[in-house]
């Protein structure tokens, strides 16, 4: 493995790695890849669901009934103290300025109902949504810009399911580019910092920026290949390539100055970095690419996708900065590190010195009492667990406020909440909907069951409109009840629509955490054990993560509810977070962990284990705060789950750096001495 890691350092291959990369560059520029991964986003719930879920079958029913998938566009007018004969006439020129615009897949506007009140009325059409966004952003738009706010005390807002829709497809158009920048500028400032050189800088960032457009490449290629991919997982994409390149880049640089100071050819120090620091970098992008792949196994098409999306990231993000980089830095030399320029002879990190040295050794000092003080205070922060809800949902999932949330709400202060989006009920057999529609209308909750005449040999299609707004998780938790009741009429009823399309999502979501958590740390354990050749420290490393990944959920949640006033977390939430926060949490502990081992076989390991800590320290810290970093710009976007992933794994990665990695692991192996590499030779020699 060595050998082969070593091949971009070689005076020949070194071009020929340089000059691979700058093509396949300029190929996915050439190509257009980047917009064309975008374009190929999905970013409709209904694309989400797995293909056995009971929504599924509905949507697929009704497609067929209603010869294509719709979204219904609510157009909803209200004055608060009635409508006057003047908006009544600005509703009928509406309607026919409206139905004059010509989209393909859309249906006339029809007459307006009004409430019993007098103060709201609702038109509405369908579009055919085909699973091609503009087929519905494009006419929500228009009609936005005809018809929205007119003043003078009249609300009019463009709501319903399409309405949602566009805000959705809205929210994460040119959602990379923001990222992107936010990332890459908080990455420059943290690489000029960490190197104190106005020239180094821009190498391990070209390398990233490397690794970024080979990901878009890579990423169409999995989406023509039937990959789900939303606005979610491709900004998950962006801050993974980023955090995870830079890293890799900073952890190969330092070896790779160490070594400058031993050796004049930088070729040969090149060759001796990616020999000693690339077996540690390889198995921690492993670790977390095959613990994202797992994600592979999710029923949620959504999670789904992000698997092998982000596992293919991490990998790319390696290769850029194990062959790219390194014939990038062996082309231009020492100079580069200017004004800090590494010379053979310079003193460097030194493994009996310095403040991480210090850090260990007050930790040896006292280990059962260090190990004990921080066990206690992260377990207070997981009692922050029990703050954590699932309360976030498709309307109040947004950071800003979109015009379909408020339309919903004004639409909900004179009809049934869920009349902007009914419930789709499908009896299979014509003789019973007479009973069905009774069953349904006897469930609380239900305002209403009418028909939509609709049918065919499939069945006949009601539409129940709900007394709770159907994006809540009221109208979720209703949905078994409707199910139960619909099949007791007609046992092969189906029941569909906006609120069953979230119940089984959640559903589904719930089944991919209890599968793909133990799965997840069933992997980190194999791929801990044969790197470390040892099973007691494997499950060592793997207890301080788990513990760090609760206290960080748990933590995250009271911040979320008492500080940022968030109504609760997506369902998929704990289950992103604990791949990422026990993928990269573990593999901080790889980085110094190896290097501990390699310590160890020379000096034992109790000195092992201060001169790996003394020696990693600061580049591991140096990472860890650029990968924290790199997820926090998630804030930027206008997404409450996003917002709060990125803040989770922010805080985690930091949480890890300080305290799990540099106290609570030195603490246990400190306690637990030469029986850490059990059943390992390693431990007999000691």
Known sequence: MSRILTLPAGRRAKWVFFAIWIVAFFGISAGDLFTKFSDAEKNESTSFLPGDAESTKALDVTKRLQGGEQAATVIVYRREGGLTATDKQRIASDTTKLNGLTFAGTSKFGEPVVSKDGTTALITNQIEADGDGSRIQDPVEKYRKLVSDPGGGLEVKVTGPAGFSADAIKVFEGINGTLLAAAGALVL???????????????PLLAVIMGEAASRGFGYALTEAGVTVNGQSSSILSVL???????????????????LRQTEDRHEAMARALATAGPAIVASALTVSIALLALSLAKVNGTAGLGPI????????????????????????RKPFWPYVPHVGDSGTDATHGAWRRIGERVAARPVRVLV????????????????????????????????VAGQELVAKAFPAGASAPTDVIVSDPSRVAAVTRAVSGVPGVAAVRATGQSG?????????LSMDPNSTEAYDLVPKLRSAARSADPEALIGGTSAVEHDLRSASARDTKLLVPLTLVIVFIILGLLLR???????????????????????????????????????????????????????????????????????????????????????TSAGIVLA??????????????????????????????????????????????????????????
């Open 457 to 465: 040999p499939e069945g006949t299609l009601l539409a129940a409109s």
């Open 310 to 333: 982000g596992a293919m990231g991490i990998l790319v993000a390696l290769l850029s900065q194990m062959t790219f980089l390194p014939a990038l830095l062996v082309i231009v030399g």
């Open 373 to 404: 003080m921080t066990t206690g205070l992260l377990v207070v922060m997981c009692f922050g667990l029990l703050n954590l809800s699932g309360g976030l949902t498709q309307s109040n999932s947004f950071r800003d406020r979109v015009e379909s």
């Open 629 to 686: 970093g790199t997820f926090s710009v998630l804030a930027v976007l206008p997404l409450v789950f996003l917002t709060e992933l990125g803040f989770a794994i922010a805080f985690g990665v930091l949480l890890d750096t300080f305290l799990v990695r540099s106290v609570l692991v030195p603490a246990l192996v400190f306690v637990l001495g030469p029986k850490v590499w059990w059943p390992s030779k390693l431990d007999q020699s000691n």
């Open 189 to 203: 400032v943290l690489l000029i910092g960490i190197y104190r050189s106005p020239f180094f800088w821009f190498f």
């Open 534 to 620: 040892a099973i007691v420290a494997p499950v060592a490393l793997i207890a301080t993560v788990v513990l760090s990944f609760a206290a960080t959920l748990g933590f995250s949640a009271v911040i979320f509810d008492v500080v940022f006033g968030f109504p609760g977390s997506d369902p998929t939430f704990p289950l992103f977070a604990f791949i990422f926060l026990v993928a990269l949490g573990v593999d901080y502990n790889i980085f110094l962990m190896a290097r501990v081992r390699e310590e160890t076989l020379t000096h034992g390991t109790h000195e092992g284990m201060l001169r790996g800590l003394a020696v990693t320290g600061s580049v591991i």
């Open 241 to 259: 390539v980023l955090g995870a390149g830079t890293d890799y880049a900073l952890l190969l640089v330092a070896r790779y100055r160490e070594e």
